[in-house]
């Protein structure tokens, strides 16, 4: 018998990416709120339903829920009853995190407080949890790696590592099998439009000059590897009665002032200026994956040119340029 997973989140980037990579292989449900952080069309595009879902409890395997409504969780944890959850649901990106603080904090604390002790108290053994490159915070030694000390420098970064708290927590004193993956920079199809990648595109959509940070770099990872180190995590969470934290990157950081390069060369007449990085920004991200390279067996295969070249010809088919 397939075993049953529940994916939170499910409706966005990440999490339907997943939900794609594992729907044939595993019994698959998914809980979403749909909140309009970015335009839902594009979430319900991602999982091809129509917009009935907003008026609706259920439709299908997709639940539309929020994780902080511990009563109607509960009901359809009870209901469905998975051998795991992939927990993705998040308010995500780092600046917007400092104009919606308690928003941030009330879905990324009390939300995945809640997974967590449901978890617990329904007998669900198995999480697999997605935090954050934002965790490590502004830190001068380069590759991050699992073990280096946590200072988040945004209100996104500091929620992710009081879930890496819980998460400790939960899988220590109540026996919960909890994998924590770092994850760094995922880019390409159904990206999030305020990433910096898909925001540069929109930009030269709209013929607006863009703002880059010079002196940054990010350890750009392609869709298809992040969800590969997804795939592996789950797996070794499934085979092994314990929890662990992996960063899952490229470990090849590329510059901002790079990346845009590369962008003029697909779209010509892109405009941009230069300026200084914003609060909460961090200057680098630089993953060390040798830990889930030896015990995960990741391996990430996606060069940045050819992936943003990938990602491109999603753009141009989804605004239909
Ligand atoms: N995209 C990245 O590069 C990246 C990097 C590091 C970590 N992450 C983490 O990966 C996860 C997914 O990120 P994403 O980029 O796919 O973001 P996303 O915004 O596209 O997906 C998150 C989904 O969670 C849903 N959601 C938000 N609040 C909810 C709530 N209260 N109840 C139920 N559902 C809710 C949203 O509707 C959305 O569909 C997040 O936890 C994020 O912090 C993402």
Known sequence: ???????????????????????????????????????????????????????KDKMQNIFNCDIRDYFTMKKILTEVKPDAIIHCAAMAGVQQSFEHQREYFSVNVDGTFNI????????????LFL???????DSNKMPFKETFSLNPISPYGMTKVQDEEMAHFFSKQMNLNIVTLRLFTLYGPRQRPDLML????????NRRESVVYKKTSRDYTYISDGVQGIK???????????????NIGSSNPVKTTDAVKEIKKIYPEFKYKETEKKRGDMTKTFANISKAE????????????????????????????
């Open 1 to 55: 018998m397939k075993s049953r997973v529940l994916i939170t989140g499910g409706a966005g980037f990440i999490g339907s990416s997943v939900y794609d990579a594992f729907k044939k292989s595993y019994d698959v449900y998914i809980v979403d709120n749909f909140v309009p952080f970015y335009d839902i069309r594009q979430k319900l595009t991602n999982l091809e339903i129509n917009s009935s879902i907003l008026k």
């Open 116 to 127: 967590f002790s449901l978890s617990s108290d329904l007998n669900i053994k198995k999480v």
């Open 198 to 205: 898909h925001k540069l595109f929109l930009n030269h959509l």
């Open 294 to 321: 030896r015990v995960l067996g990741y391996k990430p295969e996606m060069d940045f040119k050819e992936g943003l070249k990938k990602f491109s010809l999603w753009f141009n088919n989804y605004y239909k340029l």
């Open 232 to 246: 592996k995590a789950f797996e070794f969470l499934m085979e092994n009665d314990s929890s662990d934290v992996f």
């Open 131 to 137: 935090s954050s490159s934002s965790v490590y915070g």
